[in-house]
């Protein structure tokens, strides 16, 4: 409050400060918290990455059990086969989350790939050339 107010005048004029003052620190306010949002996006994103590892995507069973039988064979079987009974179990666990998600986020390609390469072939193998 600057002055003493004495009349109506007086009190609307320092209603319409004070309320411009509110805008005005609403408004610092709002740019302190998005600046505080853009300083902590690298850790948002990291903790967005770390739980991948420790969440699974069940929204592709069938590419998801295609995932876990493959990593179960190659990562279990050759690259951890002489590893300790505790790697054997966490890390394949570990790679089969975050599998899940990439699937989830790669599904479109993954199916194109898949089709492409599973496409129509004719008694040689060969994929078939229509000329029109």
Do not use: C
Not at 7 to 25: G, I, P, S, V
Not at 38 to 65: I, M
């Amino acid at each position: 409050m600057t002055k003493q107010i004495k009349t109506y005048k007086d009190l609307l004029e320092e209603k319409e400060r004070l309320e411009n003052l509110f805008r005005a620190q609403k408004q610092i306010v709002r740019e302190d918290f998005k600046q505080l949002e853009t300083e902590l996006h690298p850790v948002k994103s990291a903790l967005a990455t770390a739980g991948k590892f420790f969440t699974r995507d069940n929204h592709n069973l069938l590419l998801n059990a295609s995932a876990n039988t493959l990593i179960d064979i190659f990562i279990k079987r050759f690259l951890l086969s002489k590893t300790g009974w505790f790697t054997r179990l966490v890390v394949p666990f570990l790679v089969k989350n975050y599998s899940s998600h990439l699937i989830s986020e790669k599904k479109g390609s993954l199916l194109r790939k898949l089709f492409a390469w599973v496409g129509k072939k004719n008694a040689n193998g060969h994929e078939e050339v229509h000329e029109d």
